[in-house]
């Protein structure tokens, strides 16, 4: 891999609205490259709950499903020093409480919950058994709990040095890197032959040892020094000496008496004994790439206690990989940037057009020609204080292609009795039949229109002089429902009133191939009244026929019919109307197509009128012609937002209709989003290397508790990452994924809660 495809991603938006097209953008171009991605949850402990939201909205955007790693310790921690009491019967409860809120917040994001895994467990094979009965209740999947272990909770003397804030007494940096990690804190505070028979235990079980005592007792010191020398006691990891200033000079003159290399690491913190005992509590332990040994522990343990067979059944089921409205609108937008078309827009004197043709310039989206008297134009532009210099103003009476547009108009319509003279009336003096000639001689790529011209007056030029692509009967169109947390697609709501089953099924080909142009997988549904053989009628047959007749066009279409719109959409209540028949749409479909207009057209302003939804259309690949017949009101103002592109040679309609600040807005985004690919930094982000280290080696990562890392599975099998959801990582990646020969989802989001 090259420098350039392994370098991070970074992108900062400081003290401004995140750039969500740049984020989305970077994310779509990362997937591309990889078969599947493992992305971080954010861990943020200082903002409670607002860190599950965040992580729902990042999860919902990026259309990954959610495995919470739940920490037990945390979920069941009872008191203000975080004692968790095992005893207590009730614990498993809290753990799956904890759990439950978790998944309710993604499900309220409509972010799909795959399941759960618990880790630092207490070691209880009847608390297993009522965590497995709570998780079934909440009908949450539960992968298995990993029990709290030794050889895991070790932290490097240096991490302690860190997270006290202490300073280092005796011992170099380099000696207290090399030094033993350990999970065992003993405080020693009154007498050291107390504590002598514990250490001594821990030296059989081979054990390290960080020792607590107070500043106030040099006595315990010293005598501690002897221990660490001494051959009877395991070797001590590090003493702490807690409280106080500083050692009394007769002191340290006793210490200096010993050779260096025979002191164990003394740090000084400033706090009591008891604050750094409970902040060592607090303390986790680090997996590094150069933590073989946790790694190799941490594999056995995950092959052990979770169940891997049923994660990886729910991540090879077939399933539909949504798209987030905000990635639909960033992938319109850099689609019609990398085109750059020219576009025609009729009503150019109409305020809201001039408002959009404003914003597209200023985000360089395509070129303009606007129609309409110049003077008027111009003063709107001044009103709303909107720069149209790169634009070019065109009065159709006063064009120099006029007689052109004229004679071709004429040519198309003369076997109609049209005239010369009628010709060039009709030209000069209707705006949608001048942009349309335009469009129809080659000299626009589209045209825009409808803000205050019918449906028909917009289509009816381009049905007569451009007519539908070569190989297509006819011209229908869609619109794109911008809904929570996805994208779905209504077609035919515009053009043809009571389509035929033959028609119907080329509906439904057109549509699905309009749909995966913009990014969303076509599953489609033919809509009625019935479900399936439910009922019968001309109706219900008519839509039954097409979906036989669209699958033999086009075999590897995925399409049913005859499903009603619940069935379609909501996985439960497919089961149910389905009655245990498969289907590969029902519940997840992403086309639905309406068997006739007067259906089609009131679903789908039902739909926006009742939602906050965004909705883009009326948007046809077989015509060179925009309808803007409807628009989204936010207040009582409305923004409407044109584009058009070309791809594959056919020409691809956009109407967008939202405010300008929605298009770049990521709402209640933390303004640090990170990209990151293990093969340069990811290994100084696990060792929580600072800005300046991390450059120092070559890499652009920064890390810190504000930003989240997405890491693709390859990265987890070389290392792992030191937070609560280590095990699960590696799991996934070394174990989990290459057991599978095909995988459905796209990727996965790991979460701890």
């Given at each position: 891999m090259s420098r350039a495809a392994?370098?991070?991603?970074?992108?900062?938006?400081?003290?401004?609205?995140?750039?969500?097209?740049?984020?989305?953008?970077?994310?779509?171009?990362?997937?591309?490259?990889?078969?599947?991605?493992?992305?971080?949850?954010?861990?943020?402990?200082?903002?409670?709950?607002?860190?599950?939201?965040?992580?729902?909205?990042?999860?919902?955007?990026?259309?990954?499903?959610v495995?919470?790693?739940?920490?037990?310790?945390?979920?069941?921690?009872?008191?203000?020093?975080?004692?968790?009491?095992?005893?207590?019967?009730?614990?498993?409860?809290?753990?799956?409480?904890?759990?439950?809120?978790?998944?309710?917040v993604m499900k309220r994001n409509f972010v799909e919950v795959l399941g759960s895994v618990i880790h630092r467990l207490p070691d209880s094979k009847r608390g297993e058994t009522l965590l497995s009965e709570h998780f079934e209740e909440l009908k949450i999947p539960y992968f298995g709990g990993i029990p709290e272990d030794s050889i895991l909770k070790r932290v490097k003397v240096d991490d302690i040095v860190s997270a006290l804030g202490a300073d280092i007494l005796y011992g170099t940096h380099g000696a207290i890197a090399k030094a033993k990690e350990s999970s065992n804190f003993i405080s020693v505070v009154q007498q050291l032959s107390d504590a002598l028979a514990h250490i001594k235990i821990l030296k059989d079980a081979k054990e390290s040892i960080v020792v607590i005592t107070d500043a106030a007792r040099p006595d315990i010191l010293l005598g501690l020094i002897a221990v660490h020398q001494s051959d009877l006691y395991p070797d001590l990891s590090a003493i702490i000496v807690a409280g106080g200033s500083t050692l009394q000079p007769e002191v340290e003159i006793l210490i200096k008496e010993h050779r260096a290399e025979t002191l164990p690491p003394i740090i000084h913190c400033p706090d009591s004994c008891f604050e750094t005992a409970a902040t060592l509590a607090d303390l986790e332990g680090q997996?590094?790439?150069?933590?073989?040994?946790?790694?190799?522990?941490?594999?056995?343990?995950?092959?052990?206690?979770?169940?891997?067979?049923?994660?990886?059944?729910?991540?090879?089921?077939?399933?539909?990989?949504?798209?987030?409205?905000?990635?639909?609108?960033?992938?319109?937008?850099?689609?019609?940037?990398?085109?750059?078309?020219?576009?025609?827009?009729?009503?150019?004197?109409?305020?809201?057009?001039?408002?959009?043709a404003g914003i597209l310039l200023r985000h360089g989206v395509c070129k303009l020609t606007m129609l309409g008297e110049r003077k008027k134009i111009e003063e709107l532009a001044k009103e709303y204080k909107v720069d149209l210099s790169r634009a070019r103003l065109v009065e159709p009476s006063q064009s120099e292609n006029l007689l052109k547009y004229s004679q071709y108009l004429y040519?198309?319509?003369?076997?109609?009795?049209?005239?010369?003279?009628?010709?060039?009336?009709?030209?000069?003096?209707?705006?949608?039949?001048?942009?349309?000639?335009?469009?129809?001689?080659?000299?626009?790529?589209?045209?825009?229109?409808?803000?205050?011209?019918?449906?028909?007056?917009?289509v009816r030029p381009a049905l007569q002089l451009i007519k539908t692509e070569p190989g297509l009967k006819i011209a229908s169109s869609v619109f794109f429902m911008c809904l929570q947390g996805k994208v779905l697609v209504f077609g035919d709501c515009a053009i043809n009133a009571d389509p035929t089953s033959e028609e119907l099924s080329l509906i439904a080909i057109a549509s699905a191939n309009t749909a995966a142009a913009f990014g969303v997988e076509p599953r489609v549904a033919l809509l009625s009244y019935a479900t399936g053989d439910?009922?019968?009628?001309?109706?219900?047959?008519?839509?039954?026929?097409?979906?036989?007749?669209?699958?033999?066009?086009?075999?590897?279409?995925?399409?049913?019919?005859?499903?009603?719109?619940?069935?379609?959409?909501?996985?439960?209540?497919?089961?149910i109307k389905l009655k245990g028949k498969s289907s590969p749409v029902a519940g997840k479909a992403t086309v639905l197509i309406f068997p006739d207009l007067n259906t089609g057209n009131m679903t789908y302003k039902a739909v926006q009128q009742s939602l906050p939804n965004i909705v883009y259309g009326a948007v046809s690949r077989h015509l060179g012609t925009s309808d803007l017949a409807s628009f989204l009101p936010l207040g009582d103002q409305c923004v409407p937002i044109s584009g058009i592109f070309v791809n594959w040679g056919a020409i691809w309609l956009l109407r967008v209709a939202l405010f300008s600040h929605l298009v770049y807005e990521w709402e209640d985004l933390d303004p640090f989003f990170i990209l990151t690919d293990i093969h340069s930094a990811y290994r100084y982000a696990l060792a929580g290397c600072t800005k300046r280290e991390t450059e120092s080696q070559g890499c652009n990562l920064l890390f810190d508790s504000k930003y989240y890392s997405l890491n693709t599975y390859d990265a987890l099998a070389g290392s792992v990452h030191r937070k609560s959801g280590v095990l699960v990582f590696y799991g996934l990646g070394s174990k989990l994924l290459h057991s599978s020969d095909k995988l459905y989802a796209y990727g996965v989001m790991l979460l701890a809660t």
């Open positions: 392994r370098r991070e991603i970074i992108v900062r938006a400081a003290g401004a609205q995140p750039d969500v097209a740049g984020q989305c953008e970077a994310y779509e171009a990362y997937k591309a490259k990889h078969d599947f991605i493992v992305v971080e949850g954010a861990s943020l402990k200082r903002a409670g709950d607002d860190a599950t939201v965040l992580n729902a909205k990042i999860a919902a955007t990026l259309g990954l499903p495995l919470m790693v739940t920490d037990a310790r945390k979920a069941a921690n009872v008191g203000e020093r975080r004692i968790v009491r095992w005893d207590k019967l009730e614990w498993e409860q809290d753990i799956a409480l904890s759990t439950q809120l978790t998944a309710s997996l590094l790439p150069d933590s073989t040994k946790k790694i190799e522990h941490s594999k056995v343990l995950f092959d052990t206690h979770i169940d891997k067979d049923y994660i990886n059944e729910l991540l090879a089921q077939d399933r539909v990989v949504p798209i987030h409205p905000k990635v639909f609108q960033n992938n319109i937008f850099t689609k019609a940037k990398k085109f750059m078309q020219h576009i025609v827009l009729p009503e150019g004197d109409e305020p809201r057009t001039v408002q959009a040519e198309a319509r003369k076997h109609k009795g049209m005239t010369h003279d009628e010709a060039q009336r009709k030209v000069s003096s209707d705006v949608n039949y001048f942009g349309t000639c335009m469009v129809a001689s080659g000299d626009a790529d589209g045209m825009v229109s409808g803000a205050v011209h019918t449906t028909a007056d917009t439910s009922n019968s009628g001309p109706l219900v047959q008519k839509v039954t026929d097409a979906a036989v007749i669209a699958k033999k066009k086009k075999p590897d279409l995925i399409i049913d019919g005859p499903l009603q719109y619940d069935a379609a959409v909501n996985p439960e209540t497919a089961k």
